[in-house]
């Protein structure tokens, strides 16, 4: 091939690149990789072309495969089939029209997400050259069922303005806007509290005086980690998080989050991964809001890390609204984010690696008619197929409530099975 058609065909290429950059390549480069572009795309499986260069000169035969997501951090959960097997790929310069392509399967149980490929270029005696390219999206299947709800349409007395659950090993937390409740695992939620509730394990307590004082008035979704209860709280700003003992619900520390970011704080979650604190805004959530924190002589400290920045399925950002709860699994260590705005909602579910949406679990609710004004909030991840919970099974548990209706919001606790989370 002449240096002038080598050039024209560059200048093609670099129309055609979906990803890397394009550049001549120099005589002396045994390889180079210019673009890559996927041409199917399933849950579990793609299929991916590549332009690229081998010198005509070399003199092994050589293949085109990939690093998922890069060579040093690979994950078993994919597998790759190279292009050129048995024989190598053809050598000079190739574009995508010659559809050379390899193909990456998920082969993971728990459903995934990837920002990036390390594409290579090999022969026999190892890598030739190697490119990083972007490829964000969700791999795999995220499959539930739902189960129906228990309590279903009740008025059990902590139901109204019901914020969010958590759990620890042998108990569900569980928020009011005003009020944080306990009760044991084996305690049937049906059962409305009765004055006898300390004999039974139930404790309760309020949102704590010198907080009511400064205007602080409502607790949204909270969530238990390491020993301890993180309920984020509004009224004014700094917008708060208050922390609790789970033993007998005794405060023990508070601290602001960020108000230059933060004017709501509808829940706030603590990832095992990383021992961050998660939270967001109520609407218009390009991304999560994530908190260093420490407790430390009587205050809890706050400090504002980064963005996590929120991508559907096909990695295009999306914005969350409506965002009420949101949950990390200790099992699969994904996250867990209801949305109840229109007929949009349900319970997103997300890589928090990536911030990448890998399931959707749809949850019936009627938002806004003058009949029921239905909102999801809370929910937590707690596998209970076995833990002698009355009248409940499954591994997402989500609180519902109406609002329209007399005396109290009337509580739907509702229960999914979710085979990752088993
Ligand atoms: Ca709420
Ligand atoms: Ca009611």
């Known amino acids: 091939m002449t240096g002038k058609s080598l050039t024209v065909l560059s200048f093609l290429a670099a129309a055609l690149l979906v990803a890397g950059i394009p550049q001549p390549a120099p005589a002396q480069t045994a390889c180079q990789i210019q673009g890559i572009r996927p041409i199917h795309v399933d849950e579990n499986h793609v299929k991916v072309q590549v332009q690229y260069f081998i010198a005509p000169s070399h003199p092994k035969a050589c293949h085109i495969g990939a690093y998922v997501p890069n060579r040093t951090t690979q994950s078993s959960s994919f597998a790759v089939r190279p292009a050129g097997t048995p024989g190598g790929v053809p050598k000079g310069l190739h ?3 010659e559809n050379i392509h390899f193909e990456i399967s ?3 149980a728990t459903p995934k997400s990837t ?3 390390e594409v290579v270029i090999y022969d026999g005696d190892g890598n030739l050259c190697t490119s990083v390219v972007t490829l964000r999206r969700a791999w795999g299947n995220f499959r539930y069922t739902f189960l129906g709800d228990h309590p279903h349409d009740r008025e059990p007395g902590w139901s109204d303005e019901c914020q969010g659950v958590t759990h620890d090993d042998r108990n569900w937390y569980i928020a009011q806007n005003k009020t944080i409740w306990k009760f044991p695992v084996t305690y049937s939620l049906n059962e409305g509290v009765t004055s006898a509730k300390r004999a039974r394990g139930i404790w ?5 005086r010198f ?3 400064e205007g602080y008035n409502h607790f949204g979704h909270l969530d238990y980690y390491d020993g301890h209860l993180y309920v984020p709280l509004e009224g004014k700003l700094p917008c708060k ?3 609790f003992e789970p033993g ?3 405060y023990v520390a508070e601290g602001n989050l960020d108000d230059k970011i933060q004017t709501h704080a509808p829940w706030c979650a603590v990832n095992p991964a990383d021992g961050l604190l998660y939270t967001s805004n109520s609407d218009d959530n390009g991304g999560l809001f994530v908190y260093r924190r420490e407790i430390k002589n009587g205050k809890l400290e706050l400090r ?3 963005l996590l920045r929120l991508y559907d399925e096909q990695g295009t950002p999306i914005r969350v609204n409506s965002a009420q709860g949101g949950a990390f699994s200790r099992k699969s260590g994904l996250l867990y984010l209801s949305s109840d705005r229109g007929g949009g909602g349900g319970i997103f579910v997300f890589d928090p690696k990536t911030g990448i949406r890998v399931g959707w679990i749809n949850v019936s609710y009627h938002h806004s008619n003058t009949t029921y004004m239905e909102e999801l909030e809370g929910l937590t991840v707690w596998d209970l197929d076995a833990a002698g919970a009355p009248g409940i099974r499954g591994q997402v548990h989500l609180i519902m409530i109406d609002n329209v209706g007399v005396n109290d919001d009337d509580l739907y606790f509702k229960h999914f099975s979710v085979p990752v989370e088993k």
Request: hydrophobic share 40%; glycine share 4%; charged share 15%.
């Open 95 to 97: 574009t995508f029209q």
């Open 241 to 243: 998080i208050v922390v």
């Open 115 to 117: 920002e990036t490929m």
């Open 304 to 306: 504002y890390s980064h």
């Open 248 to 250: 007998m619900l005794n």
């Open 106 to 108: 998920h082969v993971g």
């Open 211 to 213: 907080l009511r004082d």
């Open 204 to 208: 309760n307590i309020d949102i704590p």
